[in-house]
């Protein structure tokens, strides 16, 4: 089911009615928008081409405002996007994802999959485009307008010079929603996005606490992840990973196990769907 709200509808974003680009209307499908945005909302995007570090940063921030009750919007891009969605469900989290395709046409088809599961998990799709208009490369930009709106805070986990990202964090500039950015590495070219946000005044990122705070919410506590084993070479790897080391090299030298037995230990681990590569011999439950 697919409904439709325009300027003059209840529930019609507030942020939208007096910017001067808003959206015409607003589609959606899933839960009731007007539920979702009475919620606490972070927007999390990044790059399509993400780092290890920009992935682990994104699955981690994700997943831990996802327990705390935080819905997370993102544009079910691959890359960064696809991930915040994903870790915000697997932590039973809730979503909205903000297309620059009409509902009945998701893109990308890659990613139709996840935006059923947003729907089947409680959250919502949303969209400018009515059914049958054909999506232009310039959709892509005009959407992170209402991605940047919807949220309370934006948060750009991972962004070169000339990131798309980075439309975002003007559009939400423009709004009046809060920016913030996790801080990279000097030489790395997809933290110079980040970095310059930092520069110019955005909020810095290091830990879930630094949105929290943002948010006015505190922390609360969580049960850990019931992630276990069929074995103890596998449960060691997955209780070394739950306290944040993902690097190959790391989890082999700190198991103690033999390169025979780590190995499979992986594999199996992987195969299982208890873990997922992040690229660039780093792994994440």
């Known amino acids: 089911i697919i409904n439709t709200l325009t300027v003059k509808s209840e529930g019609f974003p507030e942020v939208f009615k007096n910017f001067k680009s ?22 999390i995007v990044g790059s399509r081409n993400a780092t290890v570090y920009g992935q682990r940063v994104t699955q981690e921030l994700a ?41 009945d046409n998701i893109l990308p088809v890659g990613n139709r999959l996840l935006a059923k599961r947003i729907i089947q998990n409680g959250g919502a799709l949303v969209s400018e485009y009515d059914s049958g208009d054909i999506p232009h490369r310039q959709n892509f930009i005009a959407r992170n307008r209402i991605m940047s709106g919807l949220g309370q805070i934006v948060v ?18 423009d709004q009046g929603v809060t920016v913030m950015a996790i801080p990279g590495r000097i030489y790395d070219a997809n933290s110079i996005g980040t970095n310059n946000l930092i520069r110019s005044g955005a909020g810095i990122v290091t830990s879930v606490e630094d949105i929290l705070n943002e948010l006015g919410l505190i922390r609360h506590e969580t049960a850990a992840k019931k992630v276990r084993g069929r074995n103890k ?21 700190r198991s103690l196990l033999d390169v025979t037995e780590f190995n499979i230990a992986l594999t199996m681990l992987e195969l299982g769907g208890k873990i997922r590569p992040l690229g660039a011999n780093n792994w994440a439950i």
């Open 22 to 43: 808003s959206p015409k209307q607003l589609y959606h499908s899933g839960a009731p928008l007007a539920d979702l945005l009475a919620r606490p909302r972070v927007t």
């Open 63 to 103: 997943s831990q405002l996802a327990e705390q009750g935080v819905v997370i919007i993102s544009g079910l891009a691959v890359g960064v996007d696809a991930i915040a969605h994903q870790s915000a469900l697997d932590s039973g989290g809730l979503c909205i994802a903000v297309l620059p395709s009409p509902l």
């Open 156 to 173: 750009v986990t991972d962004a070169a010079e000339k990131s798309g990202s980075l439309h975002t964090a003007r559009f939400a500039n």
């Open 233 to 253: 070479h596998e449960q060691t790897l997955l209780d070394l990973m739950l306290r944040g080391i993902s690097e190959g090299e790391e989890l082999l030298d």
